[in-house]
């Protein structure tokens, strides 16, 4: 029977678990495993990682990302301590205050952007003005970038080399959102490594869920400081399953043949193909490039309406000040297919 055309865009999280991931949980329900982490698919996803990522690499599985940040930036930053992120960054606005909360009190410090790329010289004026503030301010400890970005952007190697250069040369610790990881990678056409240690970050949240996973996303670091008792910030916080080889389980399945990749690349080329056609649209504006697997588009009021009660999904998102339209925003996944994306235009 043929599968209904998917007219729900409103984020790849709507999307089904792959049948890969469902077949290694499958798998690994058959008998019986160590619990808390000592199992078999534990130990082989840090064997895989560490292949993947050409450098030694601790390894945490954790259920969401929500729980991967915010266990990380508290590993690097003190209850007084504060983390440079932009001000798109999901950290600063979709969190509900759990980065200050697993850090008992550390603050965010977002800084503006056009796109949800950082500039380095507005990291460059923070830190300076950081610095000049002694005893009244929260030091700055952590620089946080997401890659690919919350406008569907992604920065360059070169681009994030000048931030964390930046950063490491007055002593932060760098931490990467890596929600949408392999849609970045995907587009960059680099290596794991090249998008993480090499280019400066210590430590990476590591998405899965967005990309075919149940529930299954990893903090991986590559400073052995910041991995110490990391395991205990896990337990303490409640994010230690029992049952750790349902985590693993799912994430081997994404990452041991590039099936990760394979999936990012697939929802970027859904992107493209949306982007290419919402472009010919007379009434449509595309107020930023379309990197990896997010699509924003300001359209009139009546044709939003209209999508909406032909049944599609999408978040309408705050429309800028002097924009003529409703700024939506389209979401393509490992799942979307063509006809998904042309029965969308074919309706606008």
Same mark, same amino acid.
């Given at each position: ?5 998917r007219?729900?865009f ?12 469902? !077949? ?5 329900? *058959? ?75 550390? %603050? ?20 300076? /003005? ?12 952590? #620089?946080?970038l997401?890659?690919?970005? *919350? ?8 681009q $994030?080399?000048a ?9 932060l ?21 090249e ?9 990476v949240?590591?998405?899965?869920t ?5 529930a ?6 590559? *400073? ?5 008792n990391f ?8 994010? $230690? ?14 990452? *041991?043949?590039?099936?990760? #990749?394979?999936?990012?690349?697939? !929802?970027?080329?859904m ?6 056609? /919402? ?5 449509a ?21 209209? $999508? ?7 978040? %309408? ?21 063509? %006809? ?9």
């Amino acid at each position: 029977m043929t599968e209904a055309i998917r007219k729900n865009f409103a984020s790849d999280n709507i999307a089904p678990v792959c049948p890969e991931v469902m !077949a290694a949980l499958a798998r690994v329900n *058959e008998g019986s495993a160590a619990s808390y982490g000592e199992d078999s698919e534990t130990s082989a996803l840090a064997v895989r990682m560490a292949d993947l990522f050409e450098c030694r690499t601790w390894v945490f599985p954790v259920a969401t990302g929500t729980a991967a940040n915010s266990l990380a930036l508290s590993a690097a930053t003190a209850p007084f301590g504060a983390v440079i992120c932009d001000q798109s960054a999901h950290i600063n606005n979709d969190e509900a205050g759990a980065p200050e909360f697993f850090m008992h009190g550390a %603050r965010l410090m977002p800084l503006p952007s056009p796109d949800g790329r950082m500039d380095p010289g507005a990291l460059d004026t923070a830190l300076t /003005l950081n610095a000049g503030g002694g005893v009244h301010t929260s030091p700055v400890q952590t #620089l946080s970038l997401t890659q690919s970005t *919350e406008w569907g952007t992604v920065y360059s190697l070169d681009q $994030l080399d000048a931030l964390t250069g930046r950063a490491r040369a007055v002593g932060l610790t760098t931490h990467l959102d890596g929600a949408r990881l392999g849609n970045a990678i995907a587009a960059l056409g680099c290596s794991p490594a090249e998008a993480t240690w090499k280019a400066g970050f210590d430590m990476v949240s590591l998405g899965g869920t967005k990309n075919g996973a149940m529930a299954a996303e990893a903090v991986l670091i590559f *400073e052995e400081d910041l991995a110490q008792n990391f395991l205990r910030r896990i337990k303490r916080s409640g994010h $230690l399953w029992s049952k750790q080889r349902y985590l693993s389980a799912q994430l081997m399945a994404l990452f *041991e043949d590039g099936l990760w #990749l394979r999936h990012a690349v697939q !929802a970027n080329l859904m992107a493209q193909r949306l982007a290419h056609g /919402l472009r010919r649209h007379p009434a449509a504006s595309l107020p930023f490039d379309v990197q990896s697997n997010e699509v924003f588009v300001v359209l009139p009021e009546r044709s939003v309406a209209a $999508l909406e009660a032909l049944g599609f999904g999408f978040y %309408r998102w705050t429309t800028p000040p002097g924009v003529d339209g409703v700024l939506i925003r389209l979401v393509t996944c490992w799942a979307t297919e063509a %006809r998904d994306v042309d029965n969308l235009l074919d309706a606008l």
